[in-house]
Structures are given as C-alpha cells and as structure tokens.
C-alpha cells in the first residue's frame, strides 16, 4: 500500500463517483488555512477581543510557519499529481497548493488558528470540541481535494500542536520574567535567518519531464519558506517593542471594538491586496509582503488604537 497515493486515489473515486457534489464545500474548508485569511482571523483576536490569546497566537504561528517551511525545503517532495499521474486534483485547489507538499502549511495556518484557543483560551469544552472539528475539516479538505497526502497534513498537525505546547510554557514565564520576550524574539530572528540562509543554500532535487523541461523549479517552491520567514521576522521584530512602548488594550465598549475590527480589517486587506502585489511574486518579494503584514497587525495598528484609547481618556478626564 502507498501511504501517499493510495488513500488520495480512494478519495478520488468517492469524489467522482458523487459527481463532485461536495467540492465546493471542501473548497470553502480550505480558505480557513489560506494565510491570507488565518492572519486576518487572528488578528482581529489580537487587536479586539483578547491581546494575550492574540499575541500567543502570532508567535506560535511565526514558530510553526518556520518549522513548516524548514520541512518543506528539507524534504522537498512533490504534490500528489506530480508523484503519481493518476492524481486528478479539484481544479479550483490548485492554484492554493504552491511549495512542496509536505508538510500542508493549510493544516500548519488552520491548526493554528483552531489550536491556539484550545490550548491557550479560556473557551468551553463543547467550543473546543468544535474548533477541533474545524481542523480536522481543513486537514481533510487538502486530502479529499487531492492536493496533500494524509502524511502531510498528519504531521502539520502534530508538529503545530507541539510548538503551540512549547509557547503556551514559554507565554505562562513572560510576565514572571521581563525579558524573556525578548530572548524569544532574538531566538526567533536567528532561526529566521538560518533558514533562510539554508533555503538559499542548499541543493534542491531537479527532475524534467520527457521534453527536457523542469518539472519543478526549486526557485518558486522556496517562495512558501521565504513568506513563512516573513512572517516570524515581522512579528519577532515587533512583539517586544509593543510590549514596552505602545501597550494597547483591547479594551472598549462593544461598538468601539467593532469599529476597530472592521477599520483594521479594511486597512489589512486593503495592504494585501492593493500595496502588497508591488513587492511581486518573487522570494525577496514574498518576504517583504508578509514582514509588512506582520509589522502592521503587532505593532502599527496598536499604535493607531493607542492614539485614540489616550485621547478618549483625555476626552473624559475634562468631562469630570
């Protein structure tokens, strides 16, 4: 039995023989480990409903995404279709299955975004239950969808769960030691760039196809660690210069923390989707996008949300 292919061929069978009645749906599963949208999710918690949840998430999420794009490089194996020809995957999920396949940065997005509250929040059995059942959903949509194999999203699973445990440790000591955010922050650039020095460094498989052309071009499946660097360098740099400088709360009356979501969401995805294809589709330019992401969502945004806490309590301090 191929661990890899056989259970995706399976899976393709039940998917043809249903007329592909439940595609869309997979697909919709999907979206919630699409970066670009898990970001946003959890920034919303970081910016308006719990700083501390927030803030534990991001930096597990820095943590996982560079465990994620290490494997990748390191392993460098091929999408299912690639592997094996008779792998038909649902078109529309193509386009989201960049990098190498193992391990599923989906899964690696979605366990952090399901996982972290689990972990850390102080949310209700049955909501755990359910958040882990929205997991387990993402992690199925990239093997029913074809795109993963179920070793791929078995082990994002469990290697997220895993440095989520580790930083639910170090979190439950920051308050206790005053600089250990920064001994993290400064252990997390350098791994950061390690990897990236070794994604730029290392020698990558090069396999062509009976024409001569390359099947896959190290150069694009490298894009995936670039970004995920990104995205640990941008909230590394920032986390401990919010911590001492700026101190936002979350804070507010209900309307406040909705005009604050729906302002910060509006000014994220306006960067991501407007300011951000500038940088191009490139290594340097993956890796430039998700700094400027993350630097945003820890630190510019709360400077913003500073401003107007202090001047609503200056507002009221002259009313009294």
Same mark, same amino acid.
């Given at each position: ?18 007329? /592909?009645?439940? &595609? @869309? ?9 699409? &970066? ?10 970081? =910016? ?18 560079? +465990? $994620? ?11 299912? =279709? ?7 995957? +649902? ?30 929040? $102080? ?17 199925? @949509?990239?093997?029913?969808? /074809? ?52 994604? +730029?460094?290392? @020698? ?11 099947? +896959? ?21 920032? =986390? ?8 936002? *709360? ?16 509006? *000014? ?14 490139? %290594?340097?330019?993956?890796? !430039? %996008? ?18 107007? %806490? $202090? ?5 009221? $301090?002259? !009313?009294?």
């Amino acid at each position: 039995m191929n661990i890899f292919i056989d259970p995706l061929l399976f899976l393709q069978f039940l998917r043809e023989i249903t007329g /592909g009645i439940f &595609d @869309s749906f997979f697909v919709t599963c999907s979206l919630f480990g699409v &970066d670009i949208i898990v970001i946003p999710l959890i920034a919303i918690v970081y =910016w308006c409903l719990d700083k501390k949840l927030g803030e534990y998430m991001l930096i597990s999420l820095s943590g996982a995404a560079l +465990v $994620n794009g290490l494997a990748k490089i390191t392993a460098c194996i091929y999408r299912p =279709w690639i592997l094996d020809s008779r792998i038909h995957p +649902v078109k529309e999920a193509i386009a989201g299955a960049t990098g190498y396949s193992f391990p599923s940065g989906h899964t690696t997005m979605a366990a952090t975004l399901f996982g972290g509250p689990v972990i850390k929040g $102080n949310l209700s059995k049955a909501l755990k239950i359910v958040l882990i059942c929205c997991l387990i959903l993402v992690g199925f @949509s990239r093997n029913y969808l /074809g795109v993963h194999s179920v070793l791929d999203v078995i082990f994002a699973i469990i290697f997220t769960f895993i440095v989520l445990i580790i930083f639910s440790k170090l979190f439950d000591k920051v308050e206790e030691k005053p600089n250990l955010d920064i001994i993290i922050s400064v252990v997390g650039i350098l791994i950061s760039i390690l990897v990236l020095l070794f994604t +730029v460094t290392k @020698s990558y498989p090069l396999d062509y196809d009976t024409t001569g052309r390359l099947i +896959v071009d190290p150069a694009i499946m490298a894009i995936d660690t670039f970004e995920y660097a990104g995205i640990a360098i941008g909230v590394f740099l920032t =986390w401990p210069i919010e911590r001492r400088f700026v101190k936002f *709360s979350t804070d507010g009356d209900t309307q406040t923390k909705v005009l604050r979501c729906i302002c910060g969401y509006i *000014s994220l995805e306006f960067i991501i989707y407007v300011i951000l294809p500038l940088f191009g589709k490139t %290594q340097i330019g993956g890796f !430039l %996008q998700y700094v400027v992401i993350m630097v945003f969502i820890v630190l510019i945004y709360p400077v913003i949300i500073k401003f107007f %806490q $202090n001047r609503k309590k200056k507002v009221n $301090n002259k !009313l009294i």
